[in-house]
């Protein structure tokens, strides 16, 4: 079945490390997403790549950082930069970054810093 | 001014009611507009899209669009308890995906 993977479920930082989400789609979809959500905040953009070696800062980059090797993969790297860093992360993909059919959405990181 | 404005809630319903959820949005040249569903402690998924003035009706499901009002809704006929979730209004710009905050649905058994 196509889809998105994101891994893992649940991830847990410490001050100062950098983490690594990892998200990973086999709908042939050009452009990929990422997301972060607060509660009552609603999603905000951090990083977007309509093709490969290609991305964009969204809304809040900041302490951020992507890389588009792959067609299929786009990983995030949330770096020591980011003093906030506990949300929801969400990564999304569409054929294009045109697409008028909307996301499909990955299954979600949770992120905690402890 | 957001681009994207909804209701947070949270709105109760009794099981069967018609369940009524309302979005606006600020770029007068939007050019798409979708509903999601999301459950607690999971990821969105798209139940309804619209891109024209007036009704689009998918199952219990219809999505009302009036560009001119700027106004988007979606309407949930014969409520279920499995409908409560948090519903995301979402708007294409013709550059980028805009989503609102959610409105927090219960049904009551």
């Known amino acids: 079945d196509g889809g998105i993977t994101q891994s893992p479920k649940y991830l847990f930082r410490k001050e100062g490390q950098n983490v690594t989400l990892s998200c990973e789609q086999n709908?042939?979809?050009?452009?990929m997403y990422w997301y972060r959500q607060d509660p009552g905040q609603g999603l905000r953009l951090i990083y977007y790549?309509?093709?490969?070696?290609?991305?964009q800062k969204g809304d809040i980059a900041e302490g951020y950082s992507v890389s588009r090797e792959k067609k299929e993969s786009f990983p995030l790297t949330v770096t020591s930069a980011q003093k906030n860093p506990t949300a929801f992360y969400l990564c999304?993909?569409?054929?294009?970054?045109?697409?008028?059919?909307?996301?499909?959405f990955g299954s979600g990181t949770r992120l905690t810093v402890v | 001014q957001k681009e994207v404005e909804q209701n947070s809630g949270p709105l109760s319903v009794p099981e069967g009611a018609i369940a009524s959820l309302n979005c606006t949005y600020s770029?007068?040249?939007?050019?798409?507009f979708f509903w999601y569903r999301q459950y607690s402690g999971k990821s969105p998924e798209l139940i309804m899209f619209?891109?024209?003035?007036g009704d689009k009706e998918d199952g219990r499901f219809t999505a009302q669009l009036n560009k001119a009002s700027q106004y988007v809704s979606l309407l949930i006929r014969d409520s279920q308890p499995s409908d409560s979730a948090t519903y995301l209004c979402?708007?294409?710009?013709?550059?980028?995906?805009?989503f609102g905050t959610g409105t927090s649905l219960t049904v009551i058994p």
């Open positions: 999304a993909s569409s054929i294009n970054r045109g697409s008028n059919y909307g996301y499909t």
């Open positions: 709908l042939n979809h050009d452009a």
């Open positions: 790549s309509q093709i490969v070696n290609d991305f």
């Open positions: 770029d007068r040249g939007s050019q798409s």
């Open positions: 619209i891109y024209s003035n």
């Open positions: 979402a708007v294409w710009t013709g550059n980028q995906f805009y």
